[in-house]
Structure formats: structure tokens, C-alpha cells
């Protein structure tokens, strides 16, 4: 069962135009962090919304949380080809370690693929 | 840059074959875990690992081991490799962040394949 439901999953769009990606799930989360992957690397983390209803702003990125925490977008003002790449949406739940005690694992969308053509 | 090298970085061996990837960090970090990234799946939680000798399964474990001797280095082990574990490995650490303690930052990967 896919907890986070990533969308979409390709983008194709031209240099300027402005985007959206959804991160939608059934699941409340403790926080959601959203990550870039460029190819034959692994993911680099962007932000992390820890509040219902939370924005932040990482120059042409904003993020934003849903109130009841279960799901989160993320925008692109004026896309540019350097944006091209994966990006992932991971939330975070709170769980029980073999010992007892707690850790909070992640579970990841698979992931929107965009390409910002010049 | 979180310090987290993973060795080797490419790997290509037959079914049957034991294979060790091997994550190593240098900032005395507690939480190490493993990811599997595989098309149409996404990344996926194999091990994880909250303190020397103390690890626990995530939810793709099966003909997975781990170990954790020392804190810097994180362990996997297929124990005899099949074509299904051809993947790229990722190795992640966790330090807490100032917006909660969930923030993981990734190696660079290793790509396995098992022909």
C-alpha cells in the first residue's frame, strides 16, 4: 500500500512556467520532508514542514503543509533548467524500536520526475 | 554535507554470490538506515540501525542483514544475491534538525546489479 501518493509523476514544461506538486495521503504526519535527486546521486534534503498549514520559501520553491498534516505541495515560480530533476516527498511517523524506544521512519513517494526545458 | 561515503559505489555479481555494501560516516551520528530505489517503487526502508548492535527491520528486509560494530559503520549484506536485488542502495543519517528530529541526509549510493 502506497501511503504517499506523489503527482504528477513526469513533468515536461518550458523555462518561466510556473508548477505544482501534490503529496497526498490518508496518513497524518510528524513532519514531511520534500527532497531534490539529479541523477546518479542520492536525494538532498529541501525542507521540512513541521506544522499543519505551514509555508516556507526557499527562493522560487514554496512548501506548504496541509492543517491536519496528511498532505503537502510544493510550487515553482519562473521554473529554470537547473530545477530539472527528481523530487520526493517523504513523511515521517513515529515508531517503536526493537528496545523500546522511538524512532520515525520515513516513507517516500516515488517521486515526480521534472524536466525544464531552456 | 553529511560526512556519508558508501563503498563501492558499483557493483556487479552473479546470483548466489554473498555482497557487503558498506556506509560509513564521520560524524558520530546514532540513526543509520538502507534504502532500496527502484523504479515505479520509490525508495524503500531495508534496515535501519539507533545505536551500536541495535538495529530493526523497515519494510523490504527479507534476504537482507545488517551490523553495526562500530558507530560509524553501517553494514549490509546480501547474503546470497538474487536478480530481484538489483537496485540502487542508499545509505541515510539522521541528526536532528531545528524543525524536528526527523531530518535524514543521504549518501551518494551504490548500484548493485546481480546478473
Known amino acids: 500500500t502506497q501511503l504517499l501518493e506523489q503527482s504528477p509523476q513526469f513533468l515536461s514544461i518550458q523555462e518561466g512556467e510556473n508548477l505544482t506538486v501534490y503529496c497526498n495521503s490518508s496518513s497524518v504526519f510528524s513532519s514531511l520532508q520534500w527532497y531534490r535527486q539529479e541523477p546518479g546521486e542520492g536525494p538532498v534534503l529541501l525542507v521540512t514542514v513541521v506544522t499543519g498549514g505551514e509555508v516556507k520559501k526557499l527562493k522560487r520553491l514554496t512548501f506548504q503543509f496541509g492543517d491536519a498534516r496528511k498532505d503537502s505541495s510544493l510550487h515553482i515560480t519562473a521554473a529554470q533548467p537547473g530545477d530539472t530533476g527528481l523530487y520526493l516527498c517523504?513523511?515521517?511517523?513515529?515508531?517503536?524500536?526493537?528496545?523500546?524506544?522511538?524512532?520515525?521512519?520515513?516513507?517516500f513517494g516515488k517521486g515526480t520526475l521534472l524536466t525544464v526545458n531552456p | 554535507d553529511a560526512g556519508i561515503t558508501q563503498s563501492p559505489r558499483h557493483k556487479v555479481t552473479e546470483t548466489g554470490t554473498p555482497v557487503t555494501l558498506r556506509c560509513h560516516q564521520t560524524e558520530n551520528h546514532r540513526y543509520m538506515y538502507w534504502y532500496r530505489q527502484d523504479p515505479g517503487h520509490g525508495l524503500r526502508l531495508i534496515h535501519y540501525s539507533y545505536g551500536v548492535k541495535d538495529t530493526d527491520k523497515g519494510e523490504v528486509s527479507d534476504g537482507y542483514s545488517v551490523s553495526r560494530s562500530k558507530t560509524e559503520d553501517f553494514l549490509l549484506t546480501l547474503e546470497s544475491a538474487t536478480s530481484s536485488q538489483t537496485s540502487v542502495y542508499f545509505c541515510a543519517i539522521k541528526e536532528p534538525g531545528l524543525a524536528g528530529p526527523n531530518e535524514q541526509y543521504f549518501g551518494p549510493g551504490t548500484r548493485l546489479t546481480v546478473t
Open positions: 517523504a513523511g515521517a511517523r513515529k515508531s517503536l524500536t526493537n528496545s523500546g524506544g522511538s524512532n520515525y521512519k520515513l516513507t
